[in-house]
């Protein structure tokens, strides 16, 4: 007897993410699907990018975690629409995952969709969800050597966020070794410094983004 065997998860995931990204497609909306260590910051951007586009566009976002529904409930005193996956010790989100979530909004009232996926510096870059693009964040507490130990999550994304950049003078970290780490890796990739506790440089990470979304739809329309 012959036995099929499903020899490729990510293969699997993929044929999802793409079914997924027709959705989103059909529906105008532009999806990113954020990434980054454990704490380094992406609840964080979330909410400073809301605050300063909500007025803009429709945003919408799946906050995706082990467990908890702590970061859901900071989107959520934003105004936005927001559901929380919780993986239940996946270390990442997939296709799959995303396609649940996704029907509990209306995905055509939307402009934006933000995945936060879950604090992981290795394997949510492996798993597309249907995005259009991914973006990342390495917080400077993590040390300059991150890009070139951990590369793939950095050949992956369209953005990189610098964050804690307030804490500098503090840690052993120097930014010129990231970014320089970095263009070895993705000469396409923008590259912001921010605190998002000072505000500081998230007005043009959040200038950037916004232009990323009009041409994506502009793109999309055509
Ligand atoms: N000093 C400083 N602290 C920050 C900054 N950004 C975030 N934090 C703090 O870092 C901690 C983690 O921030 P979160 O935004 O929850 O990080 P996260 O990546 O969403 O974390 P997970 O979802 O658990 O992976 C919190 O205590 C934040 O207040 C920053 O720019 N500077
Ligand atoms: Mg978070």
């Not at 099929?4 to 699907?33: G, H, M, T, Y």
């Not at 970061?71 to 936005?80: C, L, P, Y």
């Not at 950037?208 to 739809?217: A, I, R, T, Y």
Request: glycine residues 6%; contains cysteine.
């Amino acid at each position: 007897m012959k036995i099929p065997v499903v020899r490729n998860i990510l293969e699997v995931n993929d044929r999802i993410a793409k079914q997924n990204r027709e959705i989103f497609d059909r529906s105008n909306l532009f999806v990113i699907n954020l990434m980054s260590s454990p704490g380094a910051g992406k609840t964080s951007l979330l909410e400073q990018t809301i605050e300063r586009l909500k007025d803009k566009l429709d945003i919408g976002v799946i906050e995706g975690d082990i467990q908890c529904s702590f970061d859901a409930e900071r989107i959520a005193k934003k105004g936005v629409a927001v559901t929380q996956i919780n993986t239940d010790g996946a270390c990442h989100l997939d296709g799959n995952m995303i396609r649940e979530a996704m029907n509990q909004f209306d995905l055509s009232a939307l402009d934006l969709l933000i995945v936060e996926n879950v604090g992981n510096l290795v394997c949510p870059a492996e798993f597309k969800v249907g995005e259009n693009m991914k973006a990342m964040i390495l917080s400077v507490t993590e040390g300059d050597d991150k890009p070139l130990k951990y590369p793939l999550m950095f050949q992956e994304s369209s953005a990189l966020v610098i964050n804690k950049i307030d804490l500098l003078p503090y840690v052993d970290c120097k930014v010129e070794n990231i970014r320089e780490a970095v263009s070895q890796l993705n000469r396409d990739i923008a590259v912001f410094e921010v605190s998002c506790k000072t505000g500081e440089g998230i007005d043009q990470w959040v200038a950037w983004l916004e232009k990323q979304v009009w041409d994506g739809k502009i793109n999309a329309g055509q």
